[in-house]
């Protein structure tokens, strides 16, 4: 089945810095991409997401990047601030089934102020 | 409040009792899943709902696990006899499949439960 590998599993970087989180999936069949931010105590909040006939999409600070042929999918955090503090996680979804996601590990991001 | 409510939000309980949780999707929204999530872990996919029709149920889902969602609309997972090993965030999921394809899942803030 399909199997997500998410990495680093914690990331500290200074305000105003760049974050880079980098996820690889197993499944070449795999065709659609969210993220989530996690903050403690809460349930997982859609940030950016990507389709597979899409390499690049951009949300203001927030940009996710996806390579099909090395099976890669990267998020892109500019001029980070001390509230993108939480736990991110990228997510595969094959496009038939009940399209259920397989969740990365997560990455604990600390933007130190 | 259109979002996914999850209720309770916490529950703590003693080891063997039965426990039930409840998630209201957003309203026009036909597809629901439950997932687990563990401690420093990701979330893990336990089961998927269409509409009432149980679609799919993870093998993380044991006998002692069982969900239903009786009009298509709001949906109950309840643990029996639970264990220790039972302690998690269940989170549950809505989507919509007015799309075709994958269509974003809006989760809920999960029930926290400690079995003691």
């Known amino acids: 089945g399909e199997n997500v590998e998410q990495h680093p599993s914690t990331l500290s970087v200074q305000e105003g810095d760049s974050a880079v989180i980098k996820c690889t999936y197993s499944?070449?069949?795999?065709?659609?991409f969210p993220w989530y931010k996690q903050e403690l105590g809460k349930g997982p909040q859609l940030i950016i997401d990507?389709?597979?006939?899409?390499g690049e999409k951009k949300d203001q600070r927030i940009a996710v990047t996806l390579n099909k042929t090395a099976k890669h999918f990267s998020l892109h955090i500019t001029e980070t601030q001390p509230e993108d503090s939480a736990v991110y996680f990228c997510?595969?979804?094959?496009?038939?089934?009940?399209?259920?996601?397989?969740f990365g590990t997560g990455t604990r991001l600390k933007v130190l102020a | 409040d259109t979002g996914v409510s999850q209720n309770p939000r916490h529950k703590i309980t003693k080891r063997g009792q039965n426990v039930t949780f409840r998630c209201d999707p957003i309203?026009?929204?036909?597809?629901l899943y439950w997932y687990r999530q563990t401690l420093g872990q990701g979330p893990e996919f336990l089961t998927y709902?269409?509409?009432?029709?149980?679609?799919?149920k993870s093998r993380l889902l044991s006998d002692r696990f069982s969900a239903e969602r009786p009009k298509g609309s709001f949906s109950t997972l309840e643990i029996q006899r639970t264990e220790q090993g039972d302690s998690a965030m269940y989170l549950c999921?809505?989507?919509?499949?007015?799309?075709?394809?994958?269509?974003?899942?809006?989760f809920g803030p999960g029930t926290r439960l400690l079995v003691l």
């Open positions: 709902f269409q509409n009432e029709a149980q679609l799919e």
């Open positions: 499944d070449s069949a795999s065709n659609y």
């Open positions: 999921a809505s989507s919509s499949a007015r799309l075709a394809g994958s269509g974003t899942q809006y």
């Open positions: 309203s026009e929204h036909n597809r």
């Open positions: 990507i389709r597979s006939n899409v």
């Open positions: 997510a595969a979804s094959l496009p038939s089934g009940t399209y259920k996601y397989i």
